[in-house]
T-cell receptor
Framework: SQTIHQWPATLVQPVGSPLSLECTVE??????LYWYRQAAGRGLQLLFY??????ISSEVPQNLSASRPQDRQFILSSKKLLLSDSGFYLC????????????????FGEGSRLTVL | GQQVMQIPQYQHVQEGEDFTTYCNSS?????IQWYKQRPGGHPVFLIQ?????EVKKQKRLTFQFGEAKKNSSLHITATQTTDVGTYFC???????????FGRGTSLIVHP
């Protein structure tokens, strides 16, 4: 069966420090991968999505970046965190349909709660 | 770009009352998905609707997809405290790699 792992679960970082959140998927190949951010009590904001290795699309301008060095590994990074980067970060994957489009449901990881002080 | 509006943002109900959340899209959708996020948890897929006018049921939950495939609703009959959480709809248009999520409706059930 497929599983998604995301870590760390919780982190507190000072302003200006770097960030690295990691997500791996098991039990599937060539998935679509996503990074979402959820501010407290708010909806899901899509940050990045990827349809393949080194194929990353950014949805919003920000000081975050994403990389996909392996088929089932998705990393969210920042060189210098801002206070506004605080939030709940969710990695997700989906199967591919025709043309690489979302074929069905998104499977979310447990999330990483980031507090920037 | 595509927008999915979801209302209400919050809904307080007494246990046993019904609950409905609505989603409206600015464009015709190829499908719509519904997710539930428990407090402190991550979104979990509930269902996907694809056909115009489709109605699906899961126990006390009824999901509808509008005839024009631009709106959808989730109705919960006789809410229970286990229904507490935020319900999200996510619509996808043909040719898009990504679903667009509504802002969610947070359901609070008072015992």
């Amino acid at each position: 069966s497929q599983t998604i792992h995301q870590w760390p679960a919780t982190l507190v970082q000072p302003v200006g420090s770097p960030l690295s959140l990691e997500c791996t998927v098991e039990g599937t190949s060539n998935p679509n991968l996503y990074w979402y951010r959820q501010a407290a009590g708010r909806g899901l904001q899509l940050l990045f999505y990827s349809i393949g290795i080194d194929q990353i699309s950014s949805e919003v301008p920000q000081n975050l970046s994403a990389s996909r060095p392996q088929d089932r590994q998705f990393i969210l990074s920042s060189k210098k965190l801002l206070l506004s980067d605080s939030g709940f970060y969710l990695c997700a994957w989906s199967e591919k349909g025709a043309g690489g489009r979302v074929a069905g449901e998104l499977f979310f990881g447990e999330g990483s709660r980031l507090t920037v002080l | 770009g595509q927008q999915v509006m979801q209302i209400p943002q919050y809904q307080h109900v007494q246990e046993g009352e019904d609950f409905t959340t609505y989603c409206n899209s600015s464009t015709t959708l190829s499908n719509i998905q519904w997710y539930k996020q428990r407090p402190g948890g991550h979104p979990v897929f509930l269902i996907q609707l694809v056909k115009s006018g489709e109605v699906k049921k899961q126990k006390r939950l009824t999901f509808q997809f509008g005839e024009a495939k631009k709106n959808s609703s989730l109705h919960i009959t006789a809410t229970q405290t286990t229904d507490v959480g935020t319900y999200f709809c996510a619509g996808q248009v043909g040719g898009s790699y990504i679903p667009t999520f509504g802002r969610g409706t947070s359901l609070i059930v008072h015992p």
